[in-house]
């Protein structure tokens, strides 16, 4: 009687838990400055002899991370590039 008792104790506690959990969809950027300023760094940085290994734009919140990984190989020197709303409260 203990057994089925406790296992729907728990059932019930991990579905509440799963579903209590916020889920962040993915939303591309569509700021027309920001695709501007983003094109126009590329013309910069590809005459320069840079390669672009990721671009990543999406829409993101305030207090949500979003991670981009990115394989890097020891010895190479990169440069990242973060271009975002001068009008946004968290940076």
Known sequence: ??????????????????????VIRVQACTNDLITHQVDSLK?????????????????????YEMPVVVPLNQGSWYQFVFIGDYTSRLI
Do not use: H, N, R
């Not at 009687?1 to 916020?22: C, H, R």
């Open 1 to 22: 009687m203990k057994k089925p008792v406790l296992l729907s104790i728990v059932l019930m506690t991990a579905f509440l838990k799963l579903s209590a959990q916020d």
């Open 43 to 63: 013309q910069v940085y590809s005459k320069d002899g840079f390669v672009l290994l990721k671009e990543a734009s999406i829409t993101m919140e305030s207090e």
